[in-house]
């Protein structure tokens, strides 16, 4: 599924701390080397407390590192200030998460919109791509519920449409199905895997599931804060 030869996410010698509170440094991270190809579904599963949230936060540039070098699409992070990478974030990626960080006040099509919204895309065009984004999703016909009215799997949906609206050509993902029963799991995973062989969308996915790993292209397993084993066999 993927190619060897165009890597959409490499990081070099990447190290995180952070204070306890109580004068003790937590190593989060510790050098870590890691490369994903575009068009794959990465599993990152390890022990809790191990690293695996504190990686995609920085992976995907929601957190700062203290040392080390992260590039996205040959796009490097370091020396973004905050705004440009909050931007580059908005445009180029999207985000899924286990607790879906949905407004309950709003409906689908308007939760799926407001990052539009707020990046300057206009109301029209908004509701047009949200609406789109809703049918990939199978949820065309929920775009006027709000999130109450919603099964935990359709909340989920809503959250993937949300993430995938500006066609990002990469997708982080932190414990997806966490939230979900066995068969509705299922059915988002089956959603990611399509999403990813039909647009050639990379994943990353943070979980504990190892059914979920297992489907994945490949498992980088993670334990105190050392990427133990990425998954290649190398």
């Not at 409906?107 to 049918?135: F, I």
């Not at 995973?189 to 969308?201: A, K, T």
């Amino acid at each position: 599924m993927a190619n060897n030869s165009d890597p959409i996410v490499v990081a070099k010698g990447v190290h995180k701390t952070y204070d306890s509170g109580k004068g003790v440094i937590v190593h989060a991270l510790r050098d870590v080397e890691l490369t994903v190809q575009r068009a794959e579904v990465v599993g990152i599963m390890g022990p809790s407390g191990c690293g695996k949230t504190t990686l995609l936060n920085c992976l995907s540039g929601i957190d700062n590192v203290d040392e080390g070098d992260i590039s996205i699409d040959g796009v490097h992070l370091e020396g973004m200030d905050d705004d440009t990478r909050t931007d580059h974030r908005a445009r180029e990626m999207g985000f899924i998460f286990q607790l879906y960080n949905l407004l309950p006040v709003l409906s689908s099509a308007e939760n799926v919109e407001l990052p539009m919204l707020v990046s300057g895309v206009s109301s029209r065009e908004a509701r047009s791509r949200a609406v789109n984004a809703l049918d990939l999703v199978g949820l065309a016909e929920w775009a006027a519920h709000r999130p109450a009215e919603l099964s935990g799997g359709q909340r989920q949906r809503v959250t993937i449409a949300r993430a995938l609206v500006n066609d990002p050509s990469i997708v982080w993902a932190d414990e997806p199905t966490g939230d979900l029963d066995s068969e509705t799991a299922q059915e988002i995973m089956d959603l990611i895997l399509r999403l990813n062989e039909q647009n050639r969308q990379t994943f990353i996915i943070v979980t504990h599931a190892q059914e979920i790993g297992d489907q994945c292209c490949r498992i980088v397993r993670m334990r105190d804060g050392l990427i133990v084993d990425d998954g290649t066999g190398q």
